[in-house]
DNA sequence: TTGTATGCGTTATCAG
DNA sequence: CTGATAACGCATACAA
C-alpha cells in the first residue's frame, strides 16, 4: 500500500493524498472525505523512511540510554516521557547496549529521522569535539558531561558532581566512627566513568581523613553481564571474607547496596547493627528495601526537568547549560554510627 | 553528505562507493582504499532512511516493550538481546507507552524498517487477526496471547496461565491456614490483561475452597502513573486500615509486593509472622528483599529463550508454536503457617 | 572492474 | 482547489 495506491483508489491525485494525511494544502472536504475512507479502507499507514527522506526537519526527539535496564534511569526515563509529550513532541526511546557506541548510534539516528534533539543518558566522559559537531542537532548529555577541552557551547548537560558526592558517602561513614570500609565497584572500566569518579571520592575522603587506604577493602566485578543485585550480593560476601574487621561498605549504586545488604543478612550480620551499608543513585527499591538504605539520592525529578528545559529552549534557539546538581544524602536506616560515647 | 559527495571526492562513480560499503559486487583494491579514506575523511555515515526505502527485506528484528520500565522486563531483554546478536541479527527495542497501541508501533516499524520479525512483550490480549495480518511479518508475543478467535497460524506466542498461576498463588495461602486474604491490582483496566486473569485465579481460589468473598479485601489503584512499589505500599496501607483481621496479601506483581511489604514494615507489622505476602514475576529483586518475598516465579529465562527460537524458527519459513509454561512457586520467607497444630 | 540510469514512497513546487 | 513532476539518498540492473 502507497500513498499512490489511495490516490487511485480514490480518484484523486497523489499530492491531494499527501495533502489530507498532513493537513498541508486546502482540499475539499468532499475530497477529504473520500481519500479518508480509501486510507482506512485499506489499511493504509504511511511509510516514514520516505518521509524522512524528503523532510529536512522533524519533531522528534530521541532519548539513548545507555543500559535501559538500570533502575536508576527509571524515574528520568518516565519523567522525559511525559514532559516531551507535554510539548506535543515525540520521543523516541533507544536503548544502546553496554558494548555500542551511544555517540554513533545518536548521530545516525539524528541523520536518519531528522531528529530535532537528542538526550543521552547515561554513557561516558568520552565524547569529543568533532562528534557534537557531527551530530549538529541540540544535545543534552544527562548524568554526565565531556571533558574541559570540549566547546561547551556544543551541548548542555545536566549532572551531579560525581567525586564529590562520592567523597560525601565516605565521609558520612568516616563521622559515624567507621574506618574500615569497603568499597564495591560495578565495573571499573579505563575510560571515566561517574563509578570511577566515585572512587575517586572514596579515596580522597579516606586520605584526607588520615585513613589508610587498604585494596583489599575494594572489590570489583568480574563478570560485566551480572546483574546488579547478584554483583553486590557476591562482592560483598568477598570482601567480608577478607576483612572480618570491615564495618561499613560504600557501594556506588544503590542496586549494588541492595545485593550487599542482603548477603550480609545472608552471612547472619544485621543491617545496620553489624555492618553499615550507603548506596549511591536514590533509587526507589532502596526506600522500599528494610531496612531502607542510606543513600546518595541524586535529584532525578529535577535533573530531568531540566534536561528537557535545556533541549528545548536549545530547540528555540537558546544557548546552551551546563548544571551540576548536588545530592542529598539520605539517612535512612542503613547505617549506625559506632562512635564511642 | 552523501554517498554522492564520497564519490565524487573519490573521483569514482556512486554504485563503487554503494559496493565498497555493502561489500556487494567487486571492487578493486585500489579503488576501495581511494573510497575508504573518502568515506572516514567526511564522517560519511549512510542514510537508512534511503537505504530501507530501496531494501525490501532486512534482518531488524524488533522488540516492542509496553512498558520499559517493568522490571520483570530486564531479564527477557537482557536474554533477548544477547541471543539476537549471537545470531548475527541488529535488534531494535522500542518502547510503548501504555497509552499507545503497540500494535499500530509494530505495524508502522515493520513497514518504515523493513523489519523481518517483532517481539511483542507485555501488552494485552486484545489483538486480532486483521492486525496480525496487516504486519505480515514474524511475530511472538511474549506474556500474553491472542484470544482464541485469532487464527493461531498468524503468529506464535511465549506465556503462562496467569489464570492458573493467581490460583496457585492463593491456594499456596489457603493451605498455610490463611482465609482472611487481601488482593492487591496494580490498574484494572477493562481489557483482559495478566493482571485481571491473576485475580480470576484469587477468586476461584476462594470459592473453591469455601472463603467468602469480600471486596473490601480488594485494593486497586487510583493513579496508573504511580510507581509500582508506590502503588503497593498505599494500597497495603488502606487494606490493614480496613481489614485488621487480615493475615496474608497476594499482590498480582512482585513490586507491588514489596511496596506493601514496606508499608507492612511501616505499619509495626512482621513480616511473615504479623502478616504473609506473596508476589508475582519472581523478579531479582524480590529475592534480595529481606525477607525474600514468597513468589510464583514465571520462567523467564526459558520464555525468553523460546520466544527467540520461535521467532528465528518462523522467520526461516517454519511454523508458529504456541508455548505455555509453568511457574514456579518459591517459598522463602515471606509467608508463615497459622494452622493451628 | 566500473559508471549511468531508474525507482523506492514521500513531500513540495508550480502550473492548471 | 487539484494534479503532474522534481527531488530526497541509496541500491541495483544494465551498459560499458
Same mark, same amino acid.
Given at each position: 500500500?502507497?500513498?499512490?495506491?489511495?490516490?487511485?483508489?480514490a480518484?484523486?491525485?497523489?499530492?491531494?493524498?499527501?495533502?489530507?494525511?498532513?493537513?498541508?494544502?486546502?482540499?475539499?472536504?468532499?475530497?477529504?472525505?473520500?481519500?479518508?475512507?480509501?486510507?482506512?479502507?485499506?489499511?493504509?499507514?504511511?511509510?516514514?523512511?520516505?518521509?524522512?527522506?524528503? *523532510?529536512?526537519?522533524?519533531k522528534n526527539?530521541a532519548?539513548?540510554?545507555?543500559?535501559?535496564?538500570?533502575?536508576?534511569?527509571?524515574?528520568?526515563?518516565?519523567?522525559?516521557?511525559?514532559?516531551?509529550?507535554?510539548?506535543?513532541?515525540?520521543?523516541?526511546?533507544?536503548?544502546?547496549?553496554?558494548?555500542?557506541?551511544?555517540?554513533?548510534?545518536?548521530? &545516525?539516528?539524528?541523520?536518519?529521522?531528522?531528529?530535532?534533539?537528542?538526550?543521552?543518558?547515561?554513557?561516558?566522559?568520552?565524547?569529543?569535539?568533532? $562528534?557534537?559537531? &557531527?551530530?549538529?542537532?541540540?544535545?543534552?548529555?544527562?548524568?554526565?558531561? @565531556?571533558?574541559?577541552?570540549?566547546?561547551?557551547?556544543?551541548?548542555?548537560?545536566?549532572? *551531579?558532581?560525581?567525586?564529590?558526592?562520592?567523597? $560525601?558517602?565516605?565521609?558520612?561513614?568516616?563521622?559515624?566512627?567507621?574506618?574500615?570500609?569497603?568499597?564495591?565497584?560495578?565495573?571499573?572500566?579505563?575510560?571515566?566513568?561517574?563509578?570511577?569518579?566515585?572512587?575517586?571520592?572514596?579515596? $580522597? @575522603?579516606?586520605?584526607?581523613?588520615? *585513613?589508610?587506604?587498604?585494596?583489599?577493602?575494594? @572489590?570489583?566485578?568480574?563478570?560485566?553481564? @551480572?546483574?546488579?543485585?547478584?554483583?553486590?550480593?557476591?562482592?560483598?560476601? &568477598?570482601?567480608?571474607?577478607?576483612? $572480618?574487621?570491615?564495618?561499613?561498605?560504600?557501594?556506588?549504586a544503590?542496586?549494588?547496596?541492595?545485593?550487599?545488604?542482603?548477603?550480609?543478612?545472608?552471612?547472619?550480620?544485621?543491617?545496620?547493627?553489624?555492618?553499615?551499608?550507603?548506596?549511591?543513585d536514590?533509587?526507589?527499591?532502596?526506600?522500599?528495601?528494610?531496612?531502607?538504605?542510606?543513600?546518595?539520592? &541524586?535529584?532525578?525529578?529535577?535533573?530531568?526537568?531540566?534536561?528537557?528545559?535545556?533541549?528545548?529552549?536549545? *530547540?528555540?534557539?537558546?544557548?546552551?547549560?551546563?548544571?551540576?546538581?548536588?545530592?542529598?544524602?539520605?539517612?535512612?536506616g542503613?547505617?549506625?554510627?559506632?562512635?564511642?560515647?
Amino acid at each position: 500500500m502507497t500513498i499512490k495506491d489511495i490516490a487511485q483508489a480514490a480518484g484523486v491525485g497523489i499530492s491531494t493524498v499527501s495533502r489530507v494525511i498532513n493537513n498541508s494544502g486546502p482540499v475539499s472536504e468532499k475530497t477529504r472525505k473520500k481519500v479518508m475512507s480509501a486510507i482506512s479502507e485499506h489499511n493504509f499507514i504511511p511509510n516514514n523512511s520516505a518521509r524522512n527522506l524528503k *523532510i529536512s526537519q522533524s519533531k522528534n526527539i530521541a532519548l539513548m540510554v545507555k543500559g535501559i535496564t538500570n533502575p536508576f534511569f527509571n524515574k528520568m526515563i518516565r519523567i522525559i516521557e511525559r514532559e516531551v509529550a507535554l510539548r506535543g513532541y515525540p520521543l523516541l526511546i533507544q536503548n544502546v547496549d553496554y558494548s555500542v557506541n551511544e555517540m554513533d548510534v545518536a548521530i &545516525q539516528e539524528a541523520q536518519d529521522r531528522n531528529l530535532c534533539g537528542v538526550i543521552m543518558m547515561g554513557g561516558s566522559f568520552t565524547y569529543t569535539e568533532e $562528534r557534537f559537531r &557531527q551530530l549538529s542537532i541540540p544535545c543534552v548529555l544527562l548524568t554526565v558531561k @565531556a571533558d574541559k577541552s570540549v566547546d561547551p557551547s556544543l551541548y548542555s548537560s545536566v549532572c *551531579i558532581d560525581d567525586e564529590k558526592e562520592g567523597y $560525601r558517602a565516605t565521609e558520612y561513614l568516616i563521622s559515624l566512627g567507621h574506618k574500615r570500609i569497603g568499597f564495591i565497584h560495578h565495573s571499573p572500566s579505563d575510560i571515566p566513568t561517574p563509578s570511577s569518579l566515585r572512587y575517586k571520592g572514596y579515596l $580522597r @575522603a579516606l586520605e584526607e581523613h588520615g *585513613i589508610a587506604f587498604d585494596p583489599s577493602l575494594v @572489590a570489583s566485578n568480574p563478570a560485566a553481564d @551480572a546483574s546488579g543485585f547478584d554483583v553486590g550480593f557476591q562482592l560483598m560476601k &568477598q570482601l567480608h571474607a577478607r576483612n $572480618r574487621d570491615m564495618t561499613a561498605v560504600f557501594a556506588h549504586a544503590d542496586i549494588l547496596a541492595i545485593g550487599a545488604a542482603k548477603a550480609a543478612f545472608v552471612l547472619g550480620l544485621d543491617v545496620p547493627n553489624d555492618i553499615s551499608i550507603v548506596g549511591f543513585d536514590g533509587i526507589e527499591m532502596a526506600e522500599y528495601y528494610h531496612p531502607s538504605i542510606d543513600t546518595i539520592h &541524586q535529584p532525578a525529578q529535577q535533573m530531568a526537568l531540566s534536561c528537557i528545559e535545556t533541549l528545548f529552549d536549545m *530547540i528555540q534557539g537558546g544557548k546552551s547549560q551546563h548544571m551540576t546538581y548536588n545530592c542529598v544524602l539520605l539517612k535512612r536506616g542503613s547505617c549506625k554510627n559506632i562512635n564511642t560515647v
